[in-house]
């Protein structure tokens, strides 16, 4: 026989229930939607030439937790013909960024490697006057080869610049009822100058960003700061 006690505790365990599905995020917002990075990303632009190449790092290797991570995976060698500049760059697409499917991040992959890092600082990316990405800058040595890398990694509409950042934008998109997606975006070269190890890069990327179509600029650097680059360069440079 059901008594009233019964049907109370009932109750409360589908209220209970009713909260937790409440807590949990359950609706997802994809910046990239439908697209293809390889198709808006372009391969040429400006003085740049550029060729698809492997993952330096086996970041998307076949069977490997990072093959889970990410949908898609887009790496590319881009050369100046005219000065012999080369930055490789690699954009790491997660569609899914969850509690167990998080973007790794290059600090944690080098050292994997045999990487030692001898450099590893937060880095406030100029783009244009008004527009500035917050990332990292890192050294990576091994054996006889140094690479100087920049990187930022774009969770939703928040651009972490530290694990620890990136931990607290997961955790409050995900109080908001969101499983958003994410993107990491990597440039690396070999320096030639020592004493300015990211300077091929750096000016690399503001061209590198002015060259993709205003409307996909927010997957790479988010929505607010892609409307402003929109405002100052309109079209993309070809």
């Not at 499917?101 to 944690?108: D, S, Y």
């Amino acid at each position: 026989m059901t008594t009233r006690r019964d049907i109370l505790m009932g109750a409360a365990c589908v209220a209970g229930a009713g909260a937790t599905y409440g807590l949990q995020p359950h609706h997802h917002v994809a910046l990239l939607g439908n697209g293809k990075l390889a198709e808006i990303v372009p391969p040429t632009f400006g003085a740049w030439r550029s060729e698809d190449v492997g993952d330096p790092l086996a970041i998307n290797g076949p069977g490997t937790l990072s093959a889970k991570l990410y949908n898609q995976l887009l790496v590319r060698a881009y050369t100046n013909p005219t000065t012999g500049q080369q930055v490789l760059m690699l954009l790491a697409y997660g569609g899914l960024q969850t509690d167990d499917l998080q973007l790794h991040r290059p600090e944690i992959c080098y050292p994997a490697f045999g990487y030692a890092l001898t450099r590893n600082e937060p880095e406030t990316i100029r783009i244009s006057p008004d527009v500035t990405i917050p990332g990292r800058r890192l050294i990576g040595v091994a054996q006889e080869r140094t690479e100087s890398i920049i990187y930022w990694s774009r969770i939703g509409e928040s651009l972490p610049s530290s694990a620890a950042e990136q931990r607290a934008a997961r955790l409050k998109i995900s109080m908001e009822g969101i499983i958003p997606d994410g993107l990491l975006c990597r440039f690396s070269a070999l320096p030639l100058d020592l004493a300015h190890p990211w300077a091929d890069i750096e000016a690399f990327l503001p061209t590198f960003l002015a060259a993709i179509a205003p409307p996909w600029r927010k997957v790479l650097i988010g929505t607010q700061r892609g409307a402003t680059l929109a405002a100052e360069i309109p079209k993309a440079v070809v």
